[in-house]
């Protein structure tokens, strides 16, 4: 008989998270509906928002209930399947919950879809580069921030899962690309491995001078992940009329920070500001994943992951998004 383990959540996390707010419990999988499939989960895709949807604040989805099963993307194989399309040993990828099996069906925030099989790309690119990472990173470099040829563009948390794609996307386009990350080995590793024309450490008491180094003529774009003091630093070097793609406000989501801005910079360089969430990319989610894949498999782009293992770990896990000790995709193995 199987056992169906979930992480419920049982309190809200004032900044870090562990597993004493979350209790753990075991049932049977849950039964099948017409219409659905019952999967067993893989990986889980671990990601900033999953921190959001622990608190109780206005957010762009209901935030996760006390007692209901830790809301997360995930990917796994069909065990049974009540719905046309789908059979058993696919491989999927939907709102698979922190737990070991769900029942799943088509709709709803991330859907339910069947993960493409391609020569020399592995199922769990699916939740990362060749999934929802990559597509808000296409969607804000392509489709929000309008990138292209000569393009001075910044990038902050720029060694993370979006945040290194997004820089990549830009190369691509022709543009010359400036990575954010904490600490040395990071920032050397943006110019190494992903290819951006210059890395800064945001931790280097010379920070701001390195940045105005880096963008001797300003900078075009800003595609914006962190918020804060650091958004503040990237703004002062943007050209008027520059783009920011508002991707996401890390440095906020853990408790502390701070949001604010001074927004007279905004209208003194009249910038164009835009917040996207992936939740909108229903359009242009099949062209981005086409691209990102075909990227990836000419070796034009790359990717890292981070994989923890164990179910159990998925709080612990969280916490590395935030301790930065994660590179590029984080991801934990359930089984
Ligand atoms: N708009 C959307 O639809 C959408 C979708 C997905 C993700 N996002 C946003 O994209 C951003 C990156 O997400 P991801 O999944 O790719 O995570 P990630 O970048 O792989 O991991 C988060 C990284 O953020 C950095 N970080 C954490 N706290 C920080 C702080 N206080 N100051 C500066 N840097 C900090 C850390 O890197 P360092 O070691 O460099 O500090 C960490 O590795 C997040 O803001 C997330 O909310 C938005």
């Known amino acids: ?64 209930a006390i007692g209901e099963v830790m809301r997360s993307g995930g990917l796994g194989e069909v065990i049974e399947s009540r719905l046309d399309g789908f059979a058993r040993g696919d491989l999927v990828f939907g709102m698979t919950g922190w737990q070991d099996y769900a029942a799943l069906k088509p709709g709803g925030a991330l859907g339910l879809a069947k993960v493409p099989t391609l020569p020399g790309i592995t199922p769990e690119k699916f939740l990362g580069i060749c999934g929802p990472n990559g597509v808000t990173a ?47 080995a990071k920032a050397a590793k943006l110019v190494s491995d992903f290819g951006f024309d210059a890395g800064i450490d945001y931790r280097a008491d010379d920070f701001a001078d390195q940045l105005k180094a880096a963008t001797p003529r300003g900078a075009d774009v800003l595609f914006e992940n962190v918020g804060g003091a650091i958004m503040e630093a990237c703004t002062a070097r943007l050209n008027p009329r520059a783009r920011i793609a508002l991707c996401g406000m890390i440095s906020i989501y853990n408790g ?17 500001v835009e917040g996207f969430n992936l939740i909108d990319c229903g359009p242009i989610w099949a062209q981005a994943v086409r691209d990102l894949s075909g990227w990836l498999a000419a070796g034009q782009i790359r990717d890292e992951e981070t994989i923890v293992d164990g179910l159990e770990q998925a709080p612990e896990a969280l916490n590395m998004l935030f301790d930065g000790t994660n590179v590029g995709k984080l991801l934990v193995r359930v089984s």
Do not use: C
Not at 30 to 50: I, K
């Open 1 to 64: 008989m199987s056992i169906n383990r979930q992480l419920l959540l049982a309190r809200r996390p004032e900044n870090r998270v562990s597993i004493d707010h979350f209790d753990v419990v075991e049932a049977p999988p849950p039964p099948v509906e017409d219409g659905e499939v019952l999967v067993r989960t893989r990986f889980l895709s671990v990601d900033p928002t999953n921190r959001v949807w622990m608190k109780d604040v206005p957010q762009y989805m209901p935030p996760v």
């Open 138 to 184: 296409w969607a804000g470099m392509i489709d929000v921030a309008r990138v292209g040829e000569g393009d001075v563009v910044i990038v902050t948390a720029a060694a993370g899962s979006v945040g290194s794609a997004a820089g990549q996307i830009a190369r691509l386009k022709g543009a010359r690309v400036v990575g954010i990350a904490g600490g040395p």
């Open 256 to 272: 502390g920070g701070s949001a604010r801005h001074d927004w007279s910079v905004m209208l003194a360089k009249r910038l164009r």
